[in-house]
C-alpha cells in the first residue's frame, strides 16, 4: 500500500547557501540534550575475539512488539553525536526502539578492541544485527548510517545473503567510493574537514599506543601531514589491506550496491564538499530497484539544516528519515519498508 501523503523538499535556511556553512551550523547549533528522560542501557556487542562495540539501548516498553533502529556514526563521531541523538530521540519518541552504536575504539572505547575501525568493517555491523535478532528475538531491524557508518550499512546490507531481520537501510551522504572521497578531502576548499579528522586519527592511536604497548609505533606520526599517510601507515595494515590504494578500493560498498536486496534509501546532497554526489551515478544503484536516491541541490555534509518549519526542528533528514521509517514501523509482525523519493515528494532523484 502507498502512502498518500507527501513528504516536504528541503528548504534550506536562507541563511546557509554555502555548503560549508551548512556542514558546520549542523555540527555545532546548540539543541540542549534531546535524549533527557528518555530510558538508556548500555550493551557490548561481541564482534570478533576480544573485540566488542559499546551501544547506548532505548528500548520501549514492549520491545518485541514494533521495530528497531540501530544507529552508526561516521569518521571521527560516537554515539553522542549530534546527529546521534537527534535520531535516536525522534526514534524513540515514534515508538521505535533505539540503539545508539559505537564503531571500533569509537566513543572512548579504545580499550573494547586491540584493532583501529575502518570503513570495511560491516561484518561489525552485522554481527550486531544478528544477535539483536537472535539472541533478542528482535525481528524488524533498520539500519541508519551517515558519511562512513552509510557506506558501512550499505557493504553489509549487500554483502551477504539478507538477514531475515534487516528491514530497511537509510545511508546519508555515504562515501562508498572512499578512492574519490579522500580525493576531495584533501582539495583546499576541505583543509578544515581534513585537519579536523586527521587530529582526531592521531590522537586516537596515542590513546591506542598507551593501552597496547609495543603494537603501535607512533614514531612515523611526527613527520605525518595527512589522512592518507595514517591510512597508509596504520589504517591499512591494521586491516589486512596491502595499502591506503587498496583499502580504500575495497572498503567501498560501490562494490556491492547491485547486490543489496532490502528497501534501501541513499541520502545525498549535489553540494556536500567531500562526497563527491558523481559517484552514485552508477549502474549499480540506478538498476537497483531495492535502492532509491535521494539527491537534494543543497546540504553540504549531512547537514541539511532546513527552513524553520512547523512542528519540527531545523534537522530536516533526520525529520524524513524517521518520518519513512515510523510509517511502516512493524506491529504485529509487520515490515519496515523504505518510501521511495517519488511518494516521499523529495526533490532530485538522480538520473542514472
Known amino acids: 500500500m ?17 555548503p560549508h556553512a551548512m556542514t558546520l551550523v549542523a555540527k555545532f547549533y546548540p539543541r540542549g540534550n534531546p535524549l533527557r528522560n528518555i530510558p538508556m542501557e548500555s550493551r557490548l556487542f561481541t564482534v570478533a575475539p576480544q573485540t566488542q562495540l559499546l ?9 518485541h512488539s514494533t521495530g528497531t533502529v540501530v544507529l552508526v ?8 553525536s549530534h546527529y546521534m541523538a537527534g535520531l535516536a530521540a525522534k526514534a524513540w519518541q515514534a515508538g ?11 566513543g572512548g572505547t579504545e580499550h573494547l578492541a586491540s584493532s583501529l575501525y575502518n570503513c570495511g568493517l560491516s561484518m561489525d555491523i552485522r554481527a550486531v544485527v544478528t544477535e539483536l535478532s537472535q539472541v533478542d528475538g528482535l525481528e524488524s531491524i533498520a539500519l541508519i548510517g551517515y558519511s562512513m557508518g552509510g557506506n558501512l550499512i550499505l557493504k553489509m546490507a549487500g554483502e551477504t545473503e539478507a538477514l531475515p531481520s534487516l528491514t530497511g537501510v537509510f545511508a546519508v551522504c555515504p562515501n562508498i567510493d ?44 611526527k613527520s605525518m601531514k595527512t589522512v592518507r599517510e ?7 595494515p591494521d586491516g589486512g589491506y596491502g ?60 547537514g541539511f539544516f532546513q527552513r524553520r518549519q512547523s512542528g519540527e526542528d531545523y534537522y530536516w533528514a533526520e525529520n524524513r528519515l524517521i518520518e519513512m521509517i515510523s510509517r511502516r514501523h512493524p506491529r504485529h509482525h509487520d515490515h519496515l519498508q523504505a518510501v521511495s523519493f517519488e511518494e516521499a515528494g523529495m526533490e532530485g532523484g538522480m538520473a542514472p
Not at 556514526?73 to 553522542?80: F, I, M, P
Not at 586516537?204 to 609495543?214: H, M, N, Q, S
Request: with cysteine.
Open 2 to 18: 502507498r502512502h498518500t501523503r507527501r513528504f516536504p523538499p528541503f528548504e534550506p535556511h536562507p541563511l546557509l547557501r554555502n
Open 55 to 63: 551501544g547506548f539501548c532505548h528500548w520501549q516498553h514492549s520491545r
Open 73 to 80: 556514526h561516521g569518521l571521527e563521531g560516537c554515539c553522542d
Open 96 to 106: 521505535l526502539n533505539v540503539i545508539r552504536l559505537n564503531q571500533r575504539t569509537c
Open 178 to 221: 572512499p578512492t574519490q572521497c579522500i580525493a576531495a578531502l584533501e582539495h583546499p576548499t576541505n583543509r578544515l574537514y581534513h585537519d579536523y579528522f586527521f587530529k582526531r586519527l592521531k590522537a586516537r592511536v596515542i590513546r591506542k599506543a598507551a593501552l597496547f604497548p609495543g603494537k603501535w609505533d607512533l614514531t612515523p606520526l
Open 230 to 236: 595514517f591510512d597508509e601507515y596504520y589504517t591499512a
Open 243 to 302: 595499502n591506503a590504494a587498496q583499502y580504500y578500493d575495497l572498503s567501498g560498498a560501490r562494490h556491492v550496491l547491485h547486490k543489496i536486496q532490502v528497501p534501501t534509501v541513499i541520502l545525498t546532497a549535489q553540494d556536500d564538499p567531500f562526497i563527491p554526489c558523481s559517484m552514485f551515478s552508477i549502474p549499480a544503484i540506478a538498476g537497483n530497484p531495492f535502492i532509491d536516491l535521494v539527491v537534494t541541490s543543497s546540504g553540504g555534509h549531512c
